[in-house]
């Protein structure tokens, strides 16, 4: 029955959510055994942006070019920010610059998921913001409503758009996954093709996923090794480790500070005070001032 | 001040100069109608475009993902509220003042609400889509997202033009049977014969009719208050800077009749102009709409105060940044130019000489409405220039000409939609304006007999 289906789905919407307001994840109550998360060190990036260009190759995002680049139409999922130490309104330039790779944080509270008219994006079991291209129409209010912008709309028609992926590009295609159309709206996905072939192999061989089964495309192009992703639920996972040591947790509004000596805790969400509860952490950079 | 209408017009009189209307306006109907199709059509040709190509032509961008599209259709739908005011409550309040012309407001109500729903449309990026976007019952069980402010305003549109239409039908019906008593047979006879309902005027007729009137009045009203309110929704539910804010919704209603009022005044002078209606929209009306919209006027501006205010001594800088963005940053100029026309140039109307001169009363509805648009503007695109993520931050962006080619045509489809309107229906409500003419005539005859006891 369809109205049983819709109060059904009604009264579960976001129940089974993990982030209560306990103070710490209710795993007993999160759908399923995984969580995916992300850490991402900034001490070791170096802003080459391999990581990028290789979301790029992964998941068939179009090359817009550059004048359509310059109207801020571009597509990558990833970017890479730069940020520059001010001193007194001066760039301190022989500081460099401050690398900060961003993608969709996949927030557990996702601000884009509640306001989309259609429900195209909404919250996967295990933990991710999924963007369904096929329901979307196009709004943008997700887009609108991310604090991050990390929402990527197709302005134009990619897939019937020539020199999109020049030859010999357009061989190394993903056939996994497809290439949008236009008028709806993408994102990053946390590499949802590999994760779910993980998930696929696992539940074949009759286990259950482990650390290293999985790598994003960003993590695995990363000379660095900066980026780790896994389970947040396995302890054993290097992610679940990393957001340990550093007391990041999922729930946590406010990951505090710990300047001891010693003890410094790097570990940190973005815009954490908006309560979306992002599963990406950064731990920050750490350099000897120069000024 | 003079009177609102003539006690000695003739009630054959009044049927046949509406139902002149109907048949012979002013060459400059014509004009109109001509000028608007033009505009339209411009419209039309960058909507096909747009389709065609993508919305990247709009010149749209992240994090600029709104633009004019939105910001007109606030405006639009922001028009479509002082019909209802003027016809629904003021007809609850027993304001008769109002008879001559809530027709035309009404109308109003419905094409504005037409047109914005067009936006909604226009600015979609799979509009062969947007169908998903309503709940009905399908194979797979996929239903919109009831949370989802967006889709409270798909519905709350719904309803309001539903609701709209029915009240301006309801309204017409008694008109609608003297047109087809006076017309020559032809296509419009039919046409009356058919929406007329076998009206008679019998008793038993105007009793009904005056409770369905009556009904659906009361319906309008909370219904008028609650669109705009969701509309503010769609920025208030949102948590960016310089839209999360509590005030949205009354903001949003009070804005909404400012401009509809002003639109009325606009569209008063045009009509009476056209149809030769200066028997019936008389200057004393127009002065009582101009005092109205004052005062609506002033709310607005209190709302506006309140707003700026209440973001200034909170503790979020983020929205403190993009409201100071606005005074300062590129948009500037927009932003002064909203508080200019939306709160200065009201002033004008208090000027007693001013508020039934017809040309001063024209362009200040225009500049009254210009600043409505622009506070649209101003509420959508600064909040993306300045959001909280700092790669944002004065990313400025112009719409692009496809874009204003949309805006600028939806004003062609509102007044051919409107203009036409007022040739085949009549846009003055004649049996209304006959109760009126005799309820003012009775007063006259109390009047003169209570003079005479007294001498
Ligand atoms: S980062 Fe933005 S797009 Fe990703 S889940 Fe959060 S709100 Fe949605
Ligand atoms: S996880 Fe995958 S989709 Fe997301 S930024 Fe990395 S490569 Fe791109």
Redesign the interface.
Known sequence: MSVSNLLENWSKFRHTHPVEDKGVPDWEAYPSEIKWAMAIDLDACTGCNACSVACYAENNLPVVGKEKYSHGQAMHWMRIERYWDENDGQFVADQGARFLPMMCQQCEAAPCETVCPVGATNHTEDGLNSQIYNRCIGSRYCSANCPYKVRYFNWYDYPSTKDVWPSPLNEQLNPDLTVRGKGVMEKCTFCKQRTYTARNNAKTEGREVKDGDVQTACQEACPAGAISFGNLHDPESRVAKQWQSQQVELAKEKQEKDEKEGNRLRGYRILEELRPYPSVMYLERVRESAV | MGKDIREDIAWAQINRDVLKSLESPRKLYWVIIFAAMLVFSVGVGCEIYQYN????VA????????GLYIATFIFWIGMSHSGTLLSAILHLMHADWRKPIYRFAEAMTTFSLMTAGLFVMV?????W??Y??VPY?NER???????????WD?MAIFTYLSSSVIFLYVGMIPDLAICRDHLHPGWRKKLYTLLALGWEGTDRQWRNFRMTYLTVACFLIPLAVSVHSIVAS?FA????PGWHVTSFPPYFVAGALYSGCAAIITLFIILRYVFRFEEYMTLPILKKTVRLTFAIAMVWTYLNCIEFASVWYSHDQVAKDVLIQKATGTYAPFWWAMIFCGSVVPFAMMVKKWQTNIPVMFAVSLLLNLGMWLERWMIVSPT?SH??????WD?N?WPSMIQWGIVFGSFGWFTLLFMVFCKVFPSVSMYEVKEMVYHRSLELKKKELAAKGAN
Request: aromatic letters at 20%.
């Open positions: 190509t993508g919305m990247g010149n749209l961008d992240n994090p600029h993902v709104w600015h979609l990026g799979r509009l889509q947007f998903y976007a019952p069980w996929t239903w919109p997202n009831f949370q989802s402010p967006l889709l798909a769609d539910m949102s948590q960016q993306f959001g909280y993520y700092p790669w944002t990313h962006q």
